[in-house]
């Protein structure tokens, strides 16, 4: 299962241009002809009208074919890989964009949370469908806006957001085991609230939220404290958090400022996960940890990525990377990497990246202009086609 959540980050994700590539980096290309479309098995049709989906803010792919897409307006699908999209909107939304959280689990099973604007950060709805779009039921949640995970079509974790402020965040842990139609708030560390605690500290930015199950979580983001990587860890449904102390900082970087961004944390099995920690010096890096034994322990892998930007964790032994020049590719737990470099400039107009194998990738951009276009990759990133421009 592999996600991609629309919203208004808790932490600014940083990218910055890569100068030198690292010396034991191996710098072979992919394969460059694509992929032919359209792939089989060919995925079932979906009744619902085709829009022109022209202001994509979101994506989030299933495989070569499938996927969510969220525009300002609209929460769509396509099974074409992108080239037509299907509005499957309820019928009483009428705005979207980035004010919305959201979690595609399957072609059937996707979320979409909204909140509540004259209640925030208390309250809000989350709109939830079993068939790909056709119906949706509509739920209050005692939150009004969080990083949203679900395991399977039943249980689910939140990282609500309760606000921030002076390098504090304030959050509230929930979980539900009927599909988001009722939560339960194990955890808070709101000091207004009358239950809070502070096992999980309120210093800190958090920026997001990785479940392994439903008693094991781990909370990560930023605390502006040079060599502290902000990690917290739950094995009691998130009632109680403690720190990780597991994750050693790379030779000479200990007193460089570090943090994790959004979505830079992922279990990708119930025992492989990844870690991306962005490295602050007197230039940026990332170093990547990996775990194979359900994140108890996290290896440094020998190479620190210049820059910083989008990740995409696929398997226990794939993921890539994009450090606002170049993508990084790996097919061995990131012990190496091949630097694809692509044949757009996407610079600053580079908004996300969304790949479902090391082969196929899409990536939304955004000009001065406000507008939005997708492309697309069959080659692991070095040549790219509009796919809505």
Known sequence: MKFKIARVPMILLLVISACNSPANTSSEQANTNPTPYPLTPTPAPINAPIIEASALV?????????????????????NDGGLSWHNLTPSEI??????????????NHFWAQFPDFNNYPNSGFVYRTVDGGTTWTKS???FSTGDIQFLDSENGWVLADLGVGAGSNAVAVYQTSDGGATWNQTYINDPNAPNAHASLPLGGLKGGLAPLNMKTAFVYGVVYAPGNVYLFRTDNGGANWGPVESVSLPKGTENF???????HMRFVSPTDGFLAVRIAGDTMQTAVYVSND???????????IPGGGAADFLSATEAVLYNGEQFYITHDAARTWNIIP?????????????????STGWVITLDQTNHRSLYRTTNGGSTWLPVIS
Request: hydrophobic residues 40%; proline residues 5%.
């Open 58 to 78: 979101d994506i989030h792919f299933l495989n070569e074919l499938e996927g969510w897409g969220v525009t300002e307006t609209q929460i769509i699908r396509t």
């Open 294 to 304: 359900a994140g108890n322990t996290w290896a440094l892998t020998p190479t620190l």
């Open 342 to 358: 692509p044949d757009i400039v996407f610079g600053d107009m580079f908004a996300m990246m969304d790949f479902v194998n090391t």
């Open 257 to 263: 400022e570090v943090g994790v961004d959004p979505d």
């Open 140 to 142: 209050a949640t005692p």
């Open 94 to 107: 009428t705005e979207t964009g980035y004010s919305i959280r959201t979690f595609a689990l399957d072609a």
